[in-house]
Structure formats: C-alpha cells, structure tokens
C-alpha cells in the first residue's frame, strides 16, 4: 500500500560506475520529482516530469538523467559516479493544478567510494 | 527567485509545552507554503499547507500554522508538545520560473523535545 516507493533502499558503489534509482507511485499523480538531500539535510531539486514531459531541470550535471516509462515511474540513472554523488535521493510525486503537495518516498542512501 | 528562511537549526521544548518552528518566504505573486516533518532515516511527511482562505490552517498530528502577508511568515506551531514530535522540520515555498513550478524547501529546523 506504500503510495511512493524506492528502491534500492542502500546503494554503495564505486567511483567511475553507472547505477539507477527506481521509483513508482501508486497515487495517480501526474508529477514526480527527484530530490537529491546532502549531508547537512539541504534539499535540492533535481528534476521534475508531468505527463512524461521534462519541465524542470536544474543546474545538474549531465551525468544524471531521469527516465520515465510511464506516469506511475520515475527512475533515475547516473553515470559515472563521483565522490561527491554521495546523497540521499528522494522521489516524490504531486497532483499539480489541485491539491498541490508532494508526497515523498523512503530515499535511496547513495554512498560512493 | 523563491526563497525560504528557517532561521533556527535547532528548538528546544519541554514536553507539554507550546512550540513554534519560524518560517520566512519570498516569493512572486500569491505564496503556496508547506510544511513537511522528516524523521530518521525516513522521507518527508506532509503536515500541512496554505493556499488561500483562513491564515491559520491545521494540519496533521495537532500541528497548525499561521500565515502572515506582511511578515512573509508561516510559521508552524502546536499548542502541547510530545516527545515524539522530535524531528526534522522543513518549510516550502511553490513557486514559478520559466521552466515552470518548483518547490523550494528552507534549511531545515531540529525539533528537540524533551521529557
């Protein structure tokens, strides 16, 4: 019954690898966004898609891309991981137009050695 | 731009006792405001949320917070604190820019309380 849900819940990788953070919301939302949390808990934006349309993307490197297979799906796929990619990574997902607020999933804790 | 202040890393209350966690905004045109609670190792939790109407709005767990025009304020409040109310909290901002709307959340602030 989980409403947003990502997985893995731990990812510890390399330097250099290529990894992905799945997520899927069950609420019907026509939004979802990726949040990337450092570690003093500031919370960032990374991209956002409605109706599988990329409208917000901040100033993110390139080696970070979002695909969305379908409304109920965002995952995202990271190339060449670095140090500094050590994060936790939050999906959300949010009914723009209506009710406006976005409901979180668990994070994926990103460690990079 | 949009931009939130939460001006205190840190608030520290006795249990039973009423809290306030601050909150400033700036922001273009009519403000959507947020509140969300993150405990450890978890996601973030809506609380509550200001969008027009009645400045003070409710929300979950017992927790309100009042919406201030012309303090750019929201800050969020709760009349008897509980042990288990101890966690992050963060305040949000919806927003528009040309590449369309965005949440903006401030730093966040630690609610300690204490028995």
């Known amino acids: 019954d989980t409403a947003v849900s990502q997985t893995p819940k731990y990812l510890v990788t390399q330097m250099g690898n290529d990894k992905s953070i799945k997520c899927e919301q069950n609420?019907?939302?026509?939004?979802m966004y990726w949040y990337k949390q450092d570690s003093k808990k500031f919370l960032k934006i990374m991209f956002s898609?409605?109706?599988?349309?990329?409208?917000i993307n901040e100033t993110v490197p390139n080696r970070f891309s979002p695909k969305s297979p379908d409304k109920a799906h965002l995952n995202l796929h990271i190339n060449s991981l670095e140090l500094g990619d050590s994060a936790v990574y939050f999906c959300?997902?949010?009914?723009?137009?209506?009710?406006?607020?976005?409901?979180f999933g668990p994070g994926t804790r990103l460690t990079v050695t | 731009a949009q931009s939130v202040a939460q001006p205190e890393d840190q608030v520290n209350v006795a249990e039973g006792n009423p809290l306030t966690v601050k909150c400033t905004y700036s922001?273009?045109?009519?403000?959507?405001l947020f509140w969300y609670v993150q405990y450890p190792n978890r996601g973030l939790q809506f609380l509550l949320k200001?969008?027009?109407?009645?400045?003070l709005v409710k929300g979950s767990y017992g927790f309100e917070a009042e919406f201030n025009k012309s303090q750019t304020s929201f800050h969020l409040k709760k009349p008897s604190a509980l042990v288990s109310d101890s966690a992050l909290y963060f305040c949000?901002?919806?927003?528009?820019?040309?590449?369309?709307?965005?949440?903006?959340f401030g730093g966040g602030t630690r609610l300690m309380v204490k028995p």
């Open positions: 922001v273009s045109g009519n403000p959507y």
């Open positions: 609420l019907g939302h026509d939004t």
């Open positions: 959300a997902s949010s009914q723009e137009d209506t009710s406006y607020e976005q409901y």
């Open positions: 898609y409605n109706n599988k349309e990329l409208i």
């Open positions: 200001y969008i027009t109407g009645d400045n």
């Open positions: 949000a901002v919806r927003g528009y820019n040309n590449a369309g709307n965005m949440l903006t």
